[in-house]
């Protein structure tokens, strides 16, 4: 059964930078790779993207202070998170697709986490 944990939320303040992490068992290794995030009373949104092959797509609120990557050793897709302000704070999902295409559209993963909560105080 494929399985996606998350880790390394937490509490930062403005400004700050803070790295989340999410890892998956056998099975997600060959897949393309996403981030998510819901804010509270907002719908989920796409925040970026990886492919197999390490191509990037950032949703444009992220673009330049986010950055997404992967170690496929080690079946983990990292993303660091810098600049960040209030507006980002939300439950950050990783998800995960059979297909090795981008996507940012949450339907198209067949995939997610349990979530980790990053909290951006003023």
């Known amino acids: 059964q494929v399985q996606l944990a998350e880790s390394g939320g937490g509490l930062v303040q403005a400004g700050g930078s803070l790295k989340v992490t999410c890892t998956g068992t056998?099975?997600?290794?060959?897949?393309?790779r996403g981030w998510f995030r819901q804010a509270p009373g907002k719908e989920r949104e796409f925040v970026a993207a990886?492919?197999?092959?390490?191509?990037?797509l950032y949703a444009d609120s992220v673009k330049g202070r986010f950055t997404i990557s992967r170690d496929n050793t080690k079946n983990t897709v990292y993303l660091q998170m810098n600049s960040l302000n209030p507006e980002d704070t939300a439950v950050y999902y990783c998800?995960?697709?059979?297909?090795?295409?981008?996507?940012?559209?949450?339907?198209?993963?067949?995939?997610w986490g349990q979530g980790t909560q990053v909290t951006v105080s003023s």
């Open positions: 056998r099975g997600t290794f060959f897949t393309a």
């Open positions: 990886i492919s197999w092959t390490g191509t990037t």
């Open positions: 998800a995960a697709r059979n297909s090795a295409g981008l996507e940012s559209d949450g339907n198209e993963y067949n995939y």
